[in-house]
């Protein structure tokens, strides 16, 4: 199915479950996307869309946004379970994909997945808003690739939440639903530690599970860990959490701290504890010293930009469609290792 025009990315919201598809429309429609449609069941999730998004047209079914020919991608955020089937549907009908993680909460869902977007020729994406939003992770990227700590080791990826247990759906409690802690918040360690160590695979050394606070939700999992070994030697932990405690200022103090041979950083995303609220601290220490750089407008965020133009012109700039399929597979095979430990990968 073409685009009636090629030179103007005509987007679709659909599933709104989760408030990251703000994030992620907002950031294409920023990029020059064009916001045509909404597709979306509840009545009230519906209603709060169209007043952010006054311009948008409420679609009375999927199918009335698949058969669009000016939509050149859908964007989608609905139940952890749900999105690699919605995804799918979106490349068989001749449109990109831009879904929040976990795009898929199984090995066998994202066999399917990597099957369609094969066979179609469309892409699949994963909003991973660390490698996409976060000045202070992509800075590290940047003096990664420019040598200053030189070969990594390791890298320690940490990605604690706030539950805020009466806030949330259903769904969120339910283990099949949303796919286990390291599915999920462990998607974005593994992103970052194939992204910072250059890896091209990885296999899981260990991993757990588990609920430790909340008994009152036997689906939680509010705690998860991982250790991998990329092909290249360099080792990774992750620990994921749903513990972050009342008094802090954000919703999470998400770190990560990178080893190499002749250096380390630390990245510090979303605050600087009793310092700064700030965003985007980043900690520098080489053979030349120790240096504090704030990182927030040294970046920009130009993942989005490339996507866009990825859709229009069938170029890969933004990530490589094997490396998304490469990172999700990470975190569920973390995920399968915790909940059975006897799996080797």
Known sequence: ??????????????????????????????????????????????????????????????????????????????????????GIRVM???????????????????????TAASETGRRFWLYLGERFSSESAQLAHRLIEEGAIGTVVQVIGLGPHRLQAEKRPAWFFEREKYGGILTDLATHQADLFFLYSGAQSAKVLSATVRNSANPQYPGLQDFGEAHV???????????????????????????????????YIEVRKYIDITRSTDRNHLFLVNREGERYIQATGTTGHPAFRRIVGDSLHRTETAIAQEMVFRVAELAIRCQNRAESPSLSS
Not at 240 to 260: A, K, N, Q
């Open 1 to 86: 199915m073409s685009r009636a025009n090629p030179s103007e990315l005509v987007i679709a919201a659909a599933a709104l479950d989760h408030g990251h598809i703000y994030a992620q429309c907002h950031s294409l429609i920023h990029e020059g996307a064009r916001l045509k449609w909404v597709w979306e069941p509840d009545e009230a999730r519906r209603a709060a869309w169209l007043e952010r998004f006054p311009a948008c047209r409420p679609a009375r079914s999927l199918e009335e946004v698949l058969d669009d020919p000016e939509v050149g991608l859908v964007a989608a955020a609905g139940v952890p379970d749900t999105r690699a089937p919605l």
């Open 92 to 114: 068989q009908a001749g449109k990109d994909y831009f879904v929040d993680k976990p795009g898929a909460t199984t090995l066998a869902q994202l066999e399917a997945v990597r």
């Open 229 to 263: 070994m990329a092909d290249n030697g360099a080792t990774g932990c992750f620990r994921v959490d749903w513990l972050t405690p009342e008094g802090l200022r954000t919703w999470g103090d998400g770190r990560s701290l990178i080893l190499g041979t002749e250096g």
